[in-house]
């Protein structure tokens, strides 16, 4: 992670933050889902408020302002609550106050979540290394190739000479290229992929691969996938931990940063962490492209090989840098979790006995979750695959362990949130750098958590997540550039600051507010005595609040995706079973569709199930599937042929789910 230290420091003179003096209302800036929780706060002990239309300013539904929290511990200030979730309409809207104070205005809509989810992915092909980020899909972000000679061998390391290791992300505000963070990041786009797959991104984002008929998510996937495959020494399986400069460049355009970048020591946690998303990539990828699946599957069990060859940590003690480097050093000194993870998604790879006995003797080695998932502590990832796991032989007792664990952990989630004035289930010493992300990386275990229980409390408050992330917070803005009417504009991010273009780049989330003020902005600005949600400053200089990291936008990107598809209950006071939810079918991807498409279903229960193709005539081209099958979601390909083996005429095509209890059918075209 970088952090520009020799450089003289330009403070603001305006504190961009909330004070009791300053009555603001607080809205989620990007927007709401009609069907669910729709909360805006204030500091302002107005009486009343009003909805109003941005179509004819006129009043469209009206509450009361209620205290929610005196002197919020987090913020400081006196919150109040506006809850709007009666309303259902779709629109542009704003919210007055009984005194005339007014929002900034917000979208409530069944998709306002996809710019989120979208913006944030693009933000990723912003991070790209190694290659030209042309005008065409840069726009004014453009920049020539950078990096092209990726890397020499640093003198601590087990490589000597050149190794090309071209490619992959730029970590975060500077241009280095981490494996553990890279491997996080990694993580929340494949497993949306794999348990979410309706889920998926479009493929129109606009970059390079759009349009290939693959999902822009794995495309983006993948050209940080197969950087990290270049990652891996040929001969032990071991996985170097980084590349990057000696020391941090400064503010350069990535083309025109020229410092000899080196590889470092290979490292057991790295290697572990490697071996676990190479795993879940192969199993995401299988379906597209084989060759390359077979690849991700070879390059982890080798890594693996190298775990097993050293069942001690490496180096000892964890990686630390050398004394002539001052880049990001990520340590960790425990490689227990990586290694965990590694098995479990192996497992999930593979069925091997060998990786079920390893998770098995070592998930309960310490308490099974002691927090949100992160680059330091993969172990929630590993619990998850296991949770999930498909395979047979999957232990059930462990699993109902796991749950228990998790579902505790989630309750205790759901108890701070009610306590906080924003509903954020942050306690005050967990704001510390990347906050943020530590609130959506909350939010993950509580979507899956609420997948698997069905508790409404678990989804509201990975929604308040979100919401805070957007606007709902004391500074008033959303932490994401791009998007929502306050932004960061000044992020430390090199690019950004080095480009020439007044915007940032758009799509990239700020780490958030840091109550150690861990640098000399926020030092600056706040003392020990300064309630921790207030410590950010949007400052290029406040790389303890302000940088951007591919491994903060990643859960932004999770949640965002979920949340666009409107899961969940259909009121957060509806009775349980208010609507049928035991069947759900995606479109198919992609539609139009000339070589092969997905059709994605999930059962809730265990059902007798159908999938057939029609034509419009009625007559049936086609049976996909006629089984009985468990609950989870399934992926079935269709190839354009009939049940004769041969290639059918273009047109459109209807196909059918249908359960013992419902009956599904879709639109499908298929053009030769």
Same mark, same amino acid.
């Given at each position: 992670?970088?952090?520009?230290?020799?450089?003289?420091?330009?403070?603001?003179?305006?504190?961009?933050?909330?004070?009791?003096?300053?009555?603001? #209302?607080?809205?989620?800036?990007?927007?709401? =889902?009609?069907?669910?929780?729709?909360?805006?706060?204030?500091?302002?002990?107005?009486?009343?408020?009003?909805?109003?239309?941005?179509?004819?300013?006129?009043?469209?539904?009206?509450?009361?302002? #209620?205290?929610?929290?005196?002197?919020?511990?987090?913020?400081?200030?006196?919150?109040?609550?506006?809850?709007?979730?009666?309303?259902?309409?779709?629109?542009?809207?704003?919210?007055?106050?009984?005194?005339?104070?007014?929002?900034?205005?917000?979208?409530?809509?069944?998709?306002?979540?996809?710019?989120?989810?979208?913006?944030?992915?693009?933000?990723?092909?912003?991070?790209?290394?190694?290659? $030209?980020?042309?005008?065409?899909?840069?726009?004014?972000?453009?920049?020539?190739?950078?990096?092209?000679?990726?890397?020499?061998?640093?003198?601590?390391?087990?490589?000597?000479?050149?190794?090309?290791?071209?490619?992959?992300?730029?970590?975060?505000?500077?241009?280095?290229?981490?494996?553990?963070?890279?491997?996080?990041?990694?993580?929340?786009?494949?497993?949306?992929?794999?348990?979410?797959?309706?889920?998926?991104?479009?493929?129109?984002?606009?970059?390079?691969?759009?349009?290939?008929?693959?999902?822009?998510?794995?495309?983006?996937?993948?050209?940080?996938?197969?950087?990290?495959?270049? *990652?891996?020494?040929?001969?032990?399986?071991?996985?170097?931990?980084?590349?990057?400069?000696?020391?941090?460049?400064?503010?350069? *355009?990535?083309?025109?940063?020229?410092?000899?970048?080196?590889?470092?020591?290979?490292?057991?946690?790295?290697?572990?962490?490697?071996?676990?998303?190479?795993?879940?990539?192969?199993?995401?990828?299988?379906?597209?492209?084989? $060759?390359?699946?077979?690849?991700?599957?070879?390059?982890?069990?080798?890594?693996?090989?190298?775990?097993?060859?050293?069942?001690?940590?490496?180096?000892?003690?964890?990686?630390?840098?050398?004394?002539?480097?001052?880049?990001?050093?990520?340590?960790?000194?425990?490689?227990?979790?990586?290694?965990?993870?590694?098995?479990?998604?192996?497992?999930?790879? $593979?069925?091997?006995?060998?990786?079920?006995?390893?998770?098995?003797?070592?998930?309960?080695?310490?308490?099974?979750?002691?927090?949100?998932?992160?680059?330091?502590?993969?172990?929630?990832?590993?619990?998850?695959?296991? =949770?999930?796991?498909?395979?047979?032989?999957?232990?059930?007792?462990?699993?109902?362990?796991?749950?228990?664990?998790?579902?505790?952990?989630?309750?205790?989630?759901?108890?701070?949130?009610?306590?906080?004035?924003?509903?954020?289930?942050?306690?005050?010493?967990?704001?510390?750098?990347?906050?943020?992300?530590?609130?959506?990386?909350?939010?993950?275990?509580?979507?899956?958590?609420?997948?698997?229980?069905?508790?409404?409390?678990?989804?509201?408050?990975? =929604?308040?997540?979100?919401?805070?992330?957007?606007?709902?917070?004391?500074?008033?803005?959303?932490?994401?550039?791009?998007?929502?009417?306050?932004?960061?504009?000044?992020?430390?991010?090199?690019?950004?600051?080095?480009?020439?273009?007044?915007?940032?780049?758009?799509?990239?989330?700020?780490?958030?507010?840091?109550?150690?003020?861990?640098?000399?902005?926020?030092?600056?600005?706040?003392?020990?005595?300064?309630?921790?949600?207030?410590?950010?400053?949007?400052?290029?200089?406040?790389?303890?609040?302000?940088?951007?990291?591919?491994?903060?936008?990643?859960?932004?990107?999770?949640?965002?995706?979920?949340?666009?598809?409107?899961?969940?209950?259909?009121?957060?006071?509806?009775?349980?079973?208010?609507?049928?939810?035991? =069947?759900?079918?995606?479109?198919?991807?992609?539609?139009?569709?000339?070589?092969?498409?997905?059709?994605?279903?999930?059962?809730?229960?265990?059902?007798?199930?159908?999938?057939? #193709?029609?034509?419009?005539?009625?007559?049936?081209?086609?049976?996909?599937?006629?089984? #009985?099958?468990?609950?989870?979601?399934?992926?079935?390909?269709?190839?354009?042929?009939?049940?004769?083996?041969?290639?059918?005429?273009?047109?459109?095509?209807?196909?059918?789910?249908?359960?013992?209890?419902?009956?599904?059918?879709?639109?499908?075209?298929?053009?030769?």
């Amino acid at each position: 992670m970088g952090k520009v230290k020799q450089r003289a420091l330009f403070f603001l003179l305006i504190i961009t933050i909330v004070s009791s003096a300053q009555s603001t #209302v607080f809205v989620n800036q990007v927007g709401y =889902l009609p069907d669910h929780l729709k909360m805006a706060y204030t500091d302002h002990a107005a009486e009343s408020f009003s909805l109003i239309d941005l179509t004819n300013n006129r009043a469209v539904f009206s509450g009361e302002v #209620v205290l929610l929290k005196e002197n919020d511990p987090s913020s400081g200030l006196d919150v109040y609550l506006l809850d709007f979730s009666g309303f259902q309409s779709t629109g542009r809207f704003k919210i007055r106050l009984n005194d005339g104070e007014e929002s900034v205005p917000f979208e409530i809509s069944d998709s306002v979540f996809s710019r989120v989810a979208d913006r944030a992915l693009k933000g990723l092909y912003y991070q790209r290394c190694g290659m $030209t980020l042309e005008e065409a899909f840069a726009g004014v972000f453009n920049h020539g190739t950078c990096h092209s000679a990726d890397a020499i061998g640093h003198s601590t390391c087990e490589h000597s000479g050149y190794l090309n290791v071209r490619g992959g992300w730029h970590d975060a505000g500077d241009y280095g290229k981490y494996v553990a963070p890279a491997a996080h990041a990694l993580s929340y786009l494949l497993m949306l992929a794999e348990y979410f797959p309706s889920f998926l991104i479009s493929d129109r984002l606009d970059i390079p691969e759009s349009g290939n008929g693959i999902p822009d998510m794995l495309d983006e996937a993948r050209y940080e996938l197969q950087w990290l495959l270049t *990652m891996q020494d040929a001969n032990s399986g071991g996985v170097f931990f980084k590349v990057t400069t000696k020391n941090f460049v400064g503010y350069v *355009m990535p083309h025109k940063s020229f410092d000899a970048r080196y590889l470092y020591q290979i490292s057991s946690t790295a290697t572990a962490d490697f071996a676990a998303i190479m795993a879940r990539a192969y199993r995401v990828y299988k379906d597209y492209d084989s $060759t390359f699946a077979s690849q991700c599957l070879s390059a982890a069990q080798h890594a693996w090989s190298y775990l097993e060859a050293h069942p001690a940590i490496v180096p000892d003690g964890g990686f630390q840098n050398p004394a002539d480097t001052k880049t990001g050093e990520y340590g960790d000194a425990d490689d227990g979790d990586e290694r965990l993870w590694a098995a479990a998604e192996l497992f999930e790879a $593979t069925a091997a006995t060998e990786f079920n006995d390893y998770f098995l003797n070592h998930y309960q080695d310490e308490e099974i979750i002691q927090g949100p998932a992160g680059w330091q502590y993969v172990k929630p990832l590993a619990l998850i695959t296991y =949770l999930k796991s498909a395979q047979p032989t999957a232990d059930e007792n462990a699993r109902n362990i796991i749950q228990n664990a998790l579902d505790d952990y989630c309750r205790n989630q759901v108890a701070i949130a009610d306590e906080d004035g924003f509903h954020v289930a942050l306690e005050g010493w967990e704001y510390y750098w990347g906050s943020n992300s530590v609130a959506l990386n909350k939010a993950l275990i509580l979507i899956f958590m609420f997948e698997e229980t069905g508790k409404k409390e678990y989804f509201a408050t990975a =929604l308040h997540q979100l919401n805070y992330i957007l606007g709902c917070n004391a500074h008033n803005m959303t932490f994401v550039t791009g998007l929502g009417t306050n932004a960061p504009r000044h992020i430390h991010h090199s690019p950004s600051i080095a480009d020439g273009v007044q915007e940032p780049v758009p799509g990239l989330m700020a780490g958030g507010p840091n109550k150690y003020l861990n640098d000399l902005v926020l030092q600056l600005h706040f003392n020990a005595n300064t309630p921790p949600a207030l410590c950010y400053v949007d400052d290029q200089e406040s790389y303890a609040s302000n940088e951007v990291a591919v491994y903060w936008n990643a859960p932004l990107i999770f949640v965002g995706a979920y949340f666009n598809q409107g899961r969940g209950p259909v009121s957060l006071d509806s009775q349980p079973g208010s609507r049928d939810l035991s =069947l759900f079918l995606a479109q198919n991807f992609p539609n139009p569709f000339n070589n092969q498409t997905a059709i994605v279903f999930k059962l809730e229960e265990r059902s007798p199930v159908t999938l057939e #193709v029609f034509d419009m005539r009625g007559e049936k081209v086609r049976a996909l599937l006629s089984d #009985v099958r468990g609950p989870g979601y399934y992926r079935i390909i269709w190839d354009g042929k009939n049940g004769a083996g041969q290639v059918v005429a273009s047109g459109l095509y209807l196909y059918r789910l249908k359960t013992d209890r419902r009956v599904i059918v879709k639109k499908i075209v298929f053009i030769r």
